[in-house]
């Protein structure tokens, strides 16, 4: 790709990660003054809520421009004991600080112990100029303030995982919006003392400070299509491999971030106050990007996320891993005051059947699909599904105005039982490993379903469900070569806003959809089908179908399903596409969302 700025032929970015994009416009924006961006003008803030074993002062305001949050040499909240050593002499304050705001730590003038010394030498990738750490996980989010104005009010919000927010001009094309360059960047507070391995870079583990997927919140009250009035805009994250926290922002005023929340398993802060609490002990890390949208239960939007990840599933030989200690958990949490609507996990309240809540023993590092099932006119989320570490499927009715209403149910479980490759050109090299938990790292999408076909009898049958799409696979570890996984399609009979106390669907209720008149001869490319009344009749009496992928090989994204078409991607560490090339290859598969033909 052509950088829009770049001269056609000159710096075509391609496969490499310093060239082109943001990083670029980083190190060459100009300011609406003419001069260059540099390290020291950089609007980076930070918010400090923990005040240490050392009793530390914190941020004592929410606007994020306040001396009190930026990192800056001049903010004495980033003390030398919160940058990771009490010792470290001014100038080694002066360099971790720089470095964090892009500065070259070999530069005299960004490890001088004088604040007064600007640091103006971008830090290097290679021998180019490069401020911006790499982007792992962190998936985009793009908010338009006002379609109307031109140039257009856009901006695009991500994390890199050196732990920097970004905020981003959306819109390339006008030399006075700005195009990909940063308005301003947020570094999360765990980063501080991390910031002296990120600059040693020995070889290992990569350092992940935050790269969770940022989302953006706005209700459009007078429908408009822009914000105006009292309508606000917030901003959600969570650190996926940095750890176990979670952060909001107001950002109705893009010039005037402002911090609103921060949750961790030990403290809830809202603006500058924290205080102590166990109500989100069992948060794992943060992977799951809230799911955000209005309930019955409160008057403020609510943000829907799993438990988290627990890295007990980062095993190497472990098949199954042993059992998880956090991460078993969905919250409901309002998304403006951080107070906790409804945590369910085992002990909690309520299973479907009225006991309390049981079975969920594996971390939930998925995101949630909170779905207006009802199709109400006020937009309110009835329902939510997720599946979790161990190949369970949770429903949750939360339409109720009383959480404590809220109810619990399994709606199906994966594990445990083999699934046959019908592929003779893959049974035939692998062996699958038994007894694997298969995971679910994605959330599912949901569909409504109505079969009509005429049964042998000669009877109209009219098969109405739920379609639950969703895949299994340990992204985590993508070059295990036996694992044995599939796309799901699960029935949900209980349409309505309440489930009912039925069995869970499992594997061996559910059917191979190579059963439903699909013959192949040696790979799926080689595979035909032909759906018949027979063959719908059969599904009938299923609850669901399951696609069997070849060992190894793994569902790597959510799914989607557009027109009744079902698309997902998927890796598999034992092929390639080519002999000259490496083992692995990528897929995306696209069937019938009905029958998987």
């Known amino acids: ?66 001396v009190s949050n930026k990192m800056a040499e001049t903010n004495s909240l980033i003390t030398k004991t919160r940058l990771g050593d009490a010792a470290m002499t001014n100038a080694n304050r002066a360099k971790l600080i720089n470095y964090m705001r892009g500065g070259n730590p070999t530069d005299s003038a960004c490890t001088d112990s004088s604040s007064a010394t600007n640091c103006v030498v971008w830090r290097k ?14 998936k985009p989010a793009v908010f338009t303030y006002d379609p109307s104005t031109s140039p257009l009010s856009q901006y695009v919000f991500y994390l890199s995982s050196d732990g920097l927010l970004h905020a981003v001009a959306g819109y390339p094309d006008d030399p006075n919006s700005g195009g990909g360059k940063e308005k301003w960047a947020f570094m999360v507070e765990e980063a501080m003392p991390l910031v002296t391995a990120m600059i040693a870079d020995s070889p290992g583990t990569h350092i992940e400070v935050a790269d969770g997927s940022p989302v953006v919140y706005f209700r459009d009250v007078n429908g408009n299509g822009k914000v105006d009035g009292s309508e606000k805009v917030y901003l959600f994250f969570g650190l996926r491999r940095g750890g176990r926290a979670y952060y909001a922002f107001d950002i109705t005023n893009i010039d005037a971030p402002q ?25 794992g890390d943060t ?12 008057t403020n939007p609510a943000i829907f996320v799993g438990g988290g990840y627990d890295t007990n599933q980062d095993y190497a030989s472990s098949f199954p891993p042993t059992a998880d200690t956090r991460g078993r958990a969905m919250y409901v949490i309002d998304a403006v ?24 023993d594996y971390s939930i590092p998925s995101d949630v699909a909170a779905l207006n099932t009802d199709l109400d006119g006020e937009g309110l989320i009835d329902r939510a599904y997720v599946g979790d570490s161990g190949g369970q499927v949770w429903r949750f009715d939360v339409n109720s105005p009383d959480p404590g209403e809220w109810t619990a149910r399994i709606i199906a479980t994966l594990s445990g039982t083999a699934l046959a490759s019908p592929f003779p050109d893959d049974t035939a090299t692998f062996t699958r490993t038994p007894g694997l938990k ?12 109505q079969i009509e076909f005429t049964d042998s009898g000669g009877t109209a049958v009219k098969d109405r ?13 993508p070059n295990f070569g036996t694992s044995d996984d599939a796309m799901f399609m699960i029935k949900d009979y209980d349409i309505g806003l309440t489930a009912s106390n039925t069995a869970p669907s499992t594997i061996g209720n559910m059917m191979n959809i190579y059963d439903l008149g699909i013959s192949c001869s040696g790979s799926p490319e080689t595979c035909s089908q032909t759906i018949t009344n027979t063959d719908k009749e059969l599904l009938k009496t299923k609850q669901g179908w399951y696609y069997p992928l070849k060992n190894g ?34 897929a995306l598969y696209v069937m019938g969302a009905q029958f998987g033909e």
């Not at 990738?125 to 962190?138: F, I, L, N, P």
């Not at 955000?292 to 239960?297: E, F, H, S, T």
């Not at 298969?438 to 379903?449: E, T």
């Not at 991607?569 to 692995?584: K, Q, R, V, W």
């Open 259 to 283: 911090f609103m929340w921060k949750i961790t398993p030990t403290q809830v802060c809202v603006g500058t106050s924290c205080t102590a609490t166990t109500a989100f002990g069992e948060m």
């Open 1 to 66: 790709a052509l950088h829009h700025r770049d001269t056609p032929g000159i710096l075509v970015d391609g496969a490499f990660g310093d060239k082109g994009g943001t990083g670029l416009q980083l190190v060459e924006s100009v300011s609406p003054a003419g001069d260059n961006l540099k390290p020291y003008t950089r609007k980076i803030y930070t918010f400090i809520t923990d005040p240490g074993a050392a009793a530390e002062p914190v941020s004592t305001s929410t606007d994020l421009s306040h």
């Open 553 to 586: 090989e793994k569902v790597t994204a959510s799914p989607t399903v557009f027109q009744n078409v079902l698309r997902f991607a998927t890796f598999s560490p034992n092929e390639s596409l080519d002999s000259c090339l490496p083992a692995g290859r990528g």
């Open 287 to 298: 992977w799951s990007a809230p799911s955000v949208g209005r309930i019955r239960a409160i």
């Open 337 to 360: 005051t951080a107070t906790l609507v409804k945590a369910f996990q085992n002990g909690g309240s309520k299973m479907v059947s009225g006991g309390a809540i049981s079975g969920m």
């Open 438 to 449: 298969r995971k679910f790292m994605y959330p599912p999408v949901v569909v409504k379903q």
């Open 125 to 138: 990738a290679g021998t180019r100029d490069w401020g911006h750490a790499d982007v792992v996980h962190s």
């Open 465 to 477: 469900y739920d379609g639950v799409y969703i895949g299994t696979g340990d992204r985590e570890n």
